[in-house]
């Protein structure tokens, strides 16, 4: 079964350098393509108010939105707080600027093992209160665990043909019924097709962000593009978005783009459909057999 392709809301979607009428028109696009899961956050600037505008301006019936809370923006300062003052205070700004009575889906974005444990006890409490429907943790290794091991709703990591540290875990979430969802699914740009030299200011941003969070180097990029192309007879591009959406270990990938352009690419991508031999040859498909990396 594939999973359900989403669009994140992030990044330049909330910055004031990009024009709100044009993040209006992709998200109108998005959800004239399908597309009916959104994920976005207090911390991408204005991209909440942003989203829950154009959302309301398209009248296109139920979507899902997800948010987070926890992690935020104090002048240049990145701040963490998941009190429980901190937090609510995130889910009534949240729940206002996305025009939702009730928040689809909570995240706590990126914390400790410890601030699961201290905000947990106000996600449940949040619930029971019908202010959010579902929570879970935005993060990376042994936190996510944690959030699972404690009964977590929703789990969102990274996975992707070259990153699959969250496999496993992907895995036993599945096993549990607990949503799984996948980011960075073209490995921070490193499968997606060629793009030329950076022209945009969001172009800057996606190679700033694809560095911070340890992108994949050229040389594993050309090797990971060449496996997905052997294995699968598509391109890498294609054949990378089927690896995460069509392998049974999310329920739904979030990819964002700031351009309509690769917008259009990532949806006709997703809905083409892949032979059941060349997707079997895919999802059996290993970087590094030897010492297991991937």
């Not at 429907?133 to 969102?156: N, Q, R, S, Y």
């Not at 607990?178 to 960075?184: K, L, R």
């Not at 496996?227 to 995460?244: C, D, H, N, Q, Y």
């Given at each position: 079964m594939s999973a359900v392709l989403g669009f994140g809301v992030s990044g330049p979607h909330g910055a004031r350098w990009y024009s709100e009428r044009k993040l209006q028109r992709l998200i109108a696009a998005a959800l004239d393509g399908g597309v009916r899961h959104f994920d976005t956050a207090p911390f991408y600037g204005e991209a909440e108010m942003r989203l829950g505008r154009a959302l309301s301006a398209h009248r296109s019936g139920e979507v899902f939105v997800s948010t987070k809370t926890g992690t935020r923006r104090a002048g240049g300062r990145l701040v963490k707080d998941f009190t429980e003052a901190g937090m609510r205070s995130d889910v009534d700004r949240s729940r206002r600027a996305l025009g939702r009575d009730a928040l689809d889906l909570l995240y706590l974005h990126g914390p400790s093992a410890r601030e699961i444990n201290i905000a947990?006890?106000?996600?449940?409490?949040?619930?029971?209160?019908?202010?959010?429907?579902?929570?879970?943790?935005?993060?990376?290794?042994?936190?996510?665990?944690?959030?699972?091991?404690?009964?977590?709703?929703?789990?969102?990591?990274?996975?992707?043909?070259?990153?699959?540290?969250?496999?496993?875990?992907?895995?036993?979430?599945?096993?549990?019924?607990?949503?799984?969802?996948?980011?960075?699914?073209?490995?921070?740009?490193a499968l997606a097709p060629p793009r030329g030299a950076p022209a945009?200011?969001?172009?800057?941003?996606?190679?700033?962000?694809?560095?911070?969070?340890?992108?994949?180097?050229?040389?594993?990029?050309?090797?990971?593009?060449?496996?997905?192309?052997?294995?699968?007879?598509?391109?890498?591009?294609?054949?990378?978005?089927?690896?995460?959406m069509k392998g049974e270990l999310a329920n739904v990938v979030i990819t964002t783009t700031a351009q309509p352009r690769h917008l259009a690419e990532t949806l006709i991508a997703a809905a083409r459909p892949i032979e059941p031999a060349r997707l079997s040859a895919l999802l059996a498909a290993r970087l590094d057999p030897a010492d297991g990396r991937s």
């Open positions: 947990f006890p106000v996600l449940s409490a949040l619930k029971a209160e019908g202010k959010i429907k579902a929570f879970g943790v935005c993060g990376e290794g042994v936190p996510l665990a944690h959030a699972l091991a404690l009964g977590a709703d929703a789990i969102m990591g990274a996975y992707n043909f070259i990153d699959r540290r969250h496999e496993a875990l992907f895995r036993q979430a599945r096993a549990a019924g607990v949503m799984t969802v996948a980011i960075t699914p073209l490995a921070q740009g945009l200011p969001s172009d800057y941003w996606r190679l700033a962000r694809r560095w911070v969070r340890g992108g994949s180097s050229r040389p594993e990029a050309e090797r990971a593009q060449a496996a997905l192309r052997t294995a699968s007879g598509v391109s890498p591009f294609e054949a990378a978005l089927a690896f995460v």
